[in-house]
């Protein structure tokens, strides 16, 4: 007979892939800001463990670090530290989207002008249309010159703070 109450008997390679998947979430860890990690709900001898690990640098040493920080994160909530480390990976993947955005916007603003300035005008109405104009203007002479891309890269910019100012708002 089988009994709701009797515990679950749990393999040993389900427990291995447990603890390796602790790890890999320690490895992750390590890759974050120091203003990132103290978002991570954690102890204070994993977050020790952690900033060791960032200053080993011989390989089989980092090794031994990092086992030693899968074993702690078995006492950790590995649920909420996984949550928190998606939100931050996310939150970096719409970043990234967000300025390959804007870097196709530029790319548009300069080949096609008025047409594209008036379709990002209409997304971003804050937007300043003269000063964008001239950064345009500005970065298609540099192009026609085959001069570095510096009116572009200060272009992308005022693009940047534009999309930013509409976070905020």
Do not use: C
Not at 113 to 140: K, T, W
Not at 144 to 161: C, G, V
């Amino acid at each position: 007979m089988y009994y709701d109450d009797e515990p679950e008997i749990i393999s040993k390679s389900e427990i291995k892939r447990q603890m390796t998947a602790l790890q890999k979430l320690g490895e992750k860890l390590l890759d974050l800001s120091p203003k990132q990690l103290a978002l991570v709900p954690m102890s204070e001898k994993l977050e020790e463990a952690i900033e060791t690990a960032k200053r080993i640098n011989h390989h089989e040493g980092k090794r031994r670090q990092m086992q030693y920080i899968g074993k702690l994160m078995r006492s950790e909530d590995g649920d909420a530290i996984g949550a928190v480390v998606q939100q931050i990976e996310d939150g970096q993947k719409a970043l990234a989207r967000a300025f390959q955005q804007l870097e196709t916007w530029r790319d548009r603003m300069i080949a096609e002008g008025e047409n594209a300035i008036g379709e990002f005008a209409d997304a971003y109405p804050e937007v300043d249309r003269q000063h964008l104009r001239q950064l345009i203007r500005n970065a298609q002479k540099e192009a026609s010159q085959n001069k570095p891309p510096a009116a572009a890269r200060k272009l992308f910019k005022y693009l940047r703070e534009v999309y930013e100012g509409s976070l905020e708002d």
